[in-house]
């Protein structure tokens, strides 16, 4: 019983304790400190205006442009490879086989329409030659037959079937001289030494050479390659996510030279996911046959946009920042660019108005200038 006694009195003890102890939590003052409110400090704002006196800009060198009304921005801008045209590259083919004697151009070189590349002399010439003199031989027999058998038929003497037959004979005679005659001059060839002239077909520059003074040509060989002058052709890789927004017609832009789409291909690449895209430009700095270029695509501007100098445009407390004439400063005007830029100028969609003179050339100074106010 006392045992009993003792249990019961250690439970009401424990049960006193748990009692007492969840009083004392729940009654204890939170004294941790309130979590600090974070402050995000703005940034100071900008003026509108800088006042800026005449003296002070001509110090600092200021130069100034007038925004232009965009007619054009760019669309895309694509890695590509130069090449002629398939129709502007043209190979020099030695009609007779020979011996180069005299070799007159190296690869490189410009070439006007008609201009001798190489002299081959040629046995085969020489064998033209004789045929050409024996058939002028028989000409003049023909011609002199046909004459007196005219002559004859005339007075009765003979029948005129004869002269028919002899003025046939004519006739086959001048052909046989008229086409070795075209055959020569084809070749460009003197004749009587066996010599011949390769000609340049085309103005241009020489590509390929493949043989030089001294090596021997077969017949139909093809010793020089001129590519066609200011003919070239832009191949471009375009991506699956501007098909249908270029097309031929186009302009492209290489630097300083300008070109136009010539044909956007239909199907994708299954590899690079691009089309291929072709673009005709003519002759320029930079565009070089085999060369690797960047050219630009260019397509209508959106409506109110304007160009200025790249060098106009900076970043100023997150936003970019052109500088305006005013009559006694500049103003501070936000912008917002287009995509892209063409020549060193950069297309702003908003925030310009065509005419505004800005700042080319002096903006850093300036920026300076208004972050110090």
Same mark, same amino acid.
Request: hydrophobic share 45%; glycine share 10%; net charge neutral.
């Given at each position: 019983?006392?045992?009993?006694?003792?249990?019961?009195?250690?439970?009401?003890?424990?049960?006193?304790?748990?009692?007492?102890?969840?009083?004392?939590?729940?009654?204890?003052?939170?004294?941790? @400190?309130?979590?600090?409110?974070?402050?995000?400090? %703005? @940034?100071?704002?900008?003026?509108?205006?800088?006042? =800026?006196?005449?003296?002070?800009?001509?110090?600092?060198?200021? %130069?100034?442009?007038?925004?232009?009304?965009?007619?054009?921005?760019?669309?895309?801008?694509?890695?590509?490879?130069?090449?002629?045209?398939?129709?502007?590259?043209?190979?020099?083919?030695?009609?007779?086989? +020979?011996?180069?004697?005299?070799?007159?151009?190296?690869?490189?070189?410009?070439?006007?329409?008609?201009?001798?590349?190489?002299?081959?002399?040629?046995?085969?010439?020489?064998?033209?030659?004789?045929?050409?003199?024996?058939?002028?031989?028989?000409?003049?027999?023909?011609?002199?037959?046909?004459?007196?058998?005219?002559?004859?038929?005339?007075?009765?003497?003979?029948?005129?079937?004869?002269?028919?037959?002899?003025?046939?004979?004519?006739?086959?005679?001048?052909?046989?001289?008229?086409?070795?005659?075209?055959?020569?001059?084809?070749?460009?060839?003197?004749?009587?030494?066996?010599?011949?002239?390769?000609?340049?077909?085309?103005?241009?520059?020489?590509?390929?050479?493949?043989?030089?003074?001294?090596?021997?040509?077969?017949?139909?060989?093809?010793?020089?390659?001129?590519?066609?002058?200011?003919?070239?052709?832009?191949?471009?890789?375009?991506?699956?996510?501007?098909?249908?927004?270029?097309?031929?017609?186009?302009?492209?832009?290489?630097?300083?030279?300008?070109?136009?789409?010539?044909?956007?291909?239909?199907?994708?690449?299954?590899?690079?996911?691009?089309?291929?895209?072709?673009?005709?430009?003519?002759?320029?700095?930079?565009?070089?046959?085999? +060369?690797?270029?960047?050219?630009?695509? =260019?397509?209508?501007?959106?409506? +109110?946009?304007?160009?200025?100098?790249?060098?106009?445009?900076?970043?100023?407390?997150?936003?970019?920042?052109?500088?305006?004439?005013?009559?006694?400063?500049?103003?501070?005007?936000?912008?917002?660019?287009?995509? +892209?830029?063409?020549?060193?100028?950069?297309?702003?969609?908003?925030?310009?108005?065509?005419?505004?003179?800005?700042?080319?050339?002096?903006?850093?100074?300036?920026?300076?200038?208004?972050?110090?106010?």
């Amino acid at each position: 019983m006392a045992q009993q006694r003792t249990r019961w009195i250690g439970g009401a003890t424990l049960v006193a304790a748990i009692a007492a102890g969840g009083w004392w939590f729940l009654a204890s003052p939170d004294v941790s @400190p309130p979590p600090a409110e974070s402050a995000t400090a %703005e @940034p100071a704002a900008l003026p509108e205006t800088l006042e =800026l006196p005449v003296d002070q800009a001509r110090a600092i060198g200021l %130069e100034w442009a007038a925004a232009k009304a965009a007619e054009q921005a760019p669309v895309a801008t694509l890695n590509g490879t130069v090449e002629p045209p398939a129709n502007a590259r043209v190979a020099v083919t030695a009609l007779f086989g +020979g011996v180069i004697e005299h070799s007159y151009v190296v690869e490189g070189a410009a070439v006007r329409k008609g201009q001798p590349l190489a002299i081959v002399r040629s046995p085969e010439i020489l064998s033209l030659h004789s045929d050409l003199v024996r058939a002028r031989a028989r000409l003049g027999i023909a011609r002199s037959t046909a004459q007196r058998l005219d002559q004859l038929s005339d007075a009765g003497v003979i029948a005129g079937a004869r002269a028919e037959e002899a003025r046939a004979s004519l006739r086959e005679a001048e052909a046989d001289v008229a086409e070795k005659r075209r055959i020569l001059a084809l070749a460009g060839a003197s004749g009587s030494d066996g010599g011949y002239r390769l000609l340049a077909p085309i103005a241009g520059r020489v590509t390929s050479v493949s043989a030089t003074t001294g090596d021997r040509l077969d017949g139909g060989g093809a010793p020089f390659v001129i590519d066609a002058a200011g003919a070239y052709e832009v191949n471009a890789q375009l991506p699956e996510r501007l098909a249908g927004r270029v097309h031929p017609g186009m302009q492209v832009r290489l630097g300083d030279v300008t070109g136009t789409v010539s044909s956007v291909g239909t199907t994708i690449d299954p590899e690079t996911r691009s089309l291929l895209l072709k673009a005709r430009m003519p002759a320029g700095p930079g565009v070089i046959s085999g +060369g690797t270029v960047t050219v630009t695509v =260019l397509g209508p501007a959106p409506s +109110g946009a304007v160009t200025v100098p790249a060098s106009a445009v900076t970043p100023l407390n997150g936003a970019d920042t052109v500088f305006v004439r005013t009559r006694d400063g500049v103003a501070i005007r936000r912008v917002q660019l287009g995509e +892209g830029s063409a020549d060193d100028m950069a297309l702003v969609l908003s925030g310009l108005n065509p005419g505004d003179q800005v700042v080319k050339r002096g903006t850093s100074e300036i920026k300076a200038l208004v972050l110090a106010q």
